[in-house]
T-cell receptor, first 116, second 114 residues
Framework: AQSVTQLGSHVSVSEGALVLLRCNYS??????LFWYVQYPNQGLQLLLK??????LVKGINGFEAEFKKSETSFHLTKPSAHMSDAAEYFC??????????????FGQGTTLQVKP | EAQVTQNPRYLITVTGKKLTVTCSQN?????MSWYRQDPGLGLRQIYY???????DKGDVPEGYKVSRKEKRNFPLILESPSPNQTSLYFC?????????????FGPGTRLTVL
């Protein structure tokens, strides 16, 4: 069965520092890949997604992620953290196969803390 | 405004008292789904619906029911809630399933079962 692993349930960075949130998936066929952000008391909002085009995907709010097939990874980065980036981030996959039920398989989530 | 709405946003109830959480989307999406979010587990799918009158179980369907009589609505029913169903619930919708489409999420319903 497919699974998603997010390394680190909590990540703390200083304002202006690089943000790196890690995501690895397990699948023999590269799935569709997503990063969602959840601000306190809100639903999930899509940051970016990888379908099959460029391996470096740019999203909203200055975030980007790089798909690396050899490493089965889809890490999320942002060059300079802002206080407003503090939130919980979820990596998710959707299998790329016939009969796909549309289910998103989520990682455990990573809480990003940004210190002034 | 294109959105997924859920009601209620917060609910405290007692074991065994039937409840319904409503979900509605105004984007004419074919696909709708319910997830529950628990600390350390991420989100897990409860039920999904590919289209009107077509529903199926997700990964954690026990204790839940759904119906899809109209395209826009997808209520989640707990006929006899138990404390282990205390969780944060999200409804989501998507134009179609299985082709890498984004899923749009509602604001969530925080349920506590005493």
């Amino acid at each position: 069965a497919q699974s998603v692993t997010q390394l680190g349930s909590h990540v703390s960075v200083s304002e202006g520092a690089l943000v790196l949130l890690r995501c690895n998936y397990s699948s023999s066929v590269p799935p569709y890949l997503f990063w969602y952000v959840q601000y306190p008391n809100q639903g999930l909002q899509l940051l970016l997604k990888y379908t099959s085009a460029a391996t470096l995907v740019k999203g909203i709010n200055g975030f980007e992620a790089e798909f690396k097939k050899s490493e089965t990874s889809f890490h999320l980065t942002k060059p300079s953290a802002h206080m407003s980036d503090a939130a919980e981030y979820f990596c998710a996959v959707s299998p790329r196969r016939s009969g796909n039920t549309g289910k998103l398989i989520f990682g455990q989530g990573t809480t990003l803390q940004v210190k002034p | 405004e294109a959105q997924v709405t859920q009601n209620p946003r917060y609910l405290i109830t007692v074991t065994g008292k039937k409840l319904t959480v409503t979900c509605s989307q105004n984007m004419n999406h074919e696909y709708m789904s319910w997830y529950r979010q628990d600390p350390g587990l991420g989100l897990r799918q409860i039920y999904y619906s590919m289209n009107v009158e077509v529903t199926d179980k997700g990964d954690v369907p026990e204790g839940y029911k759904v119906s899809r009589k109209e395209k826009r609505n997808f209520p989640l029913i707990l006929e006899s809630p138990s404390p282990n169903q205390t969780s944060l619930y999200f409804c989501a919708s998507s134009p179609l399933a299985g082709v890498g489409n984004e899923q749009f999420f509602g604001p969530g319903t925080r349920l506590t079962v005493l």
